[in-house]
């Protein structure tokens, strides 16, 4: 017997699972938040793991698009009405936004490795070798100063014990990179995948959002596909945005970054600036790298003072950008105020650790713009004030 398709009663049914499944999802985040938070995190996981390929894809199309867009726009007003109509994809706008990448990563290394040519690595590894050789004279010293102390057995039973803890450690370690051998591998094809992927993505933008639209009317209707073409539209206007201030943010942090430490001193300091500023793109990525190249460049110049300089400009220049920089800037492409980009900042941090710092800006504008939907929505207002 075959029984009569209702569509009312389907729609109850998806209102009704959809609303459980959201109280079922608060009630074990209010009760179990921390295992709940190991759930999510470990589902997370296994997702991006999955799709890990069509996440890079998308990610590559969105911060591509905009590329993309000016050589096709660029391209198509050389042509005649005619000739445009006959265009079926955005193949020249695609392909001038990747060789104009590849260029730029080209001419960059090669700026880097004139900058770093032969001469200067045979000087950093003079320099290496000797801050090795103080490090021994230093050593040799103290042991010579601990045996007139009459200590020196005592300190030789506590050094042993550290160079076995720091030879199991670094057995560990190498175990431990061993491992991530084949993960580097699959995360290489990952990225190549996403990236081919991603051509298309964004050569056939319009037919893909053609069809997508033709299933969501087929599944939804007219009125719930525009309003979840006015969501989508909603989210890419956030993440574009949020893109474009982090990559603001970096620009101004490696300019910055590359000032402070030819100030200091440092060799190589405005390389080692334009890298600690464009790892600020992952939230407190930049300042450990900063750090890290800081105090290790200062101490191989032989002028260990160099690295304190360096490490008090670096707190400094971290304080200025999470304060001030990121707020204002990061804030004003995704039209949140400076003050809700530090509470979702420390609101995602702490649920959910790094994920929720790279995630916290663009999620907290969302958040915003569903509350002001929900405002408008009470108010009365026209649809194209709403969120969706």
Not at 163 to 184: D, S
Not at 220 to 238: A, N, P
Not at 261 to 266: M, N, P
Not at 274 to 284: A, D, H, K, R
Request: proline letters at 2%.
């Amino acid at each position: 017997m075959r029984l009569p398709w209702n569509k009312k009663y389907l729609v109850i049914s998806f209102h009704v699972i959809f609303t459980v499944s959201v109280l079922v999802v608060v009630g074990v985040l209010f009760f179990k938040l921390s295992e709940a938070k190991n759930v999510i995190i470990q589902a997370a996981r296994g997702t991006l793991a999955v799709f890990a390929p069509l996440l890079l894809a998308i990610f590559f199309s969105i911060l591509l698009e905009p590329l993309t867009y000016f050589f096709q726009r660029k391209y198509e007003a050389h042509l005649s009405a005619i000739q445009r109509s006959k265009i079926k994809n955005r193949k020249v706008g695609t392909a001038g936004a990747y060789i104009t990448v590849l260029i730029v990563l080209v001419l960059g290394g090669g700026w880097a490795a004139k900058g770093l040519g032969a001469a200067d690595i045979e000087g950093l590894a003079e320099q290496l070798s000797a801050f090795v050789q103080k490090m021994g004279d230093l050593l040799v010293l103290l042991n010579l100063k601990l045996a007139e102390l009459g200590i020196l057995q005592n300190v030789e039973g506590i050094l042993s014990a550290w160079t076995e803890n720091a030879t199991l450690w670094v057995q560990e370690r190498i175990m431990g990179i061993t491992g991530y051998i084949p993960k580097i591998g699959s995360s290489l094809v990952d990225i190549l995948v996403g990236l081919t992927a991603a051509f298309y993505f964004l050569m056939e933008k319009e037919r893909i959002l053609a069809f997508w639209r033709e299933v969501s009317l087929l599944f939804f209707g007219e009125k719930t596909t525009r309003r979840i073409r006015r969501l989508t539209q909603e989210v890419d206007c956030v993440i574009m945005g949020y893109l474009g201030g982090q990559l603001t943010d970096a620009a101004i942090m490696a300019v910055l970054f590359s000032i402070a430490f030819t100030i200091v001193g440092l060799p190589y300091g405005v390389v080692l600036g334009l890298i600690s500023g464009f790892s600020n793109l992952i939230p407190y990525f930049g300042a450990i790298m900063a750090f890290v190249l800081a105090v290790l460049a200062g101490l191989l110049s032989g002028e260990s003072i160099r690295a304190l300089y360096a490490s008090i400009l670096i707190l400094v220049l971290q304080q200025i950008d999470s304060v001030y920089i990121v707020p204002k800037i990061v804030g004003k492409k995704v039209e949140l105020h400076p003050v809700l980009v530090l509470i979702s900042l420390a609101v995602f941090g702490r649920l959910f650790g790094f994920w929720g710092l790279l995630v916290a800006v663009p999620l907290g504008a969302l958040l915003k713009k569903f509350f002001f939907w929900l405002m408008y929505r009470k108010q009365g207002k026209t649809e194209e004030q709403r969120f969706y």
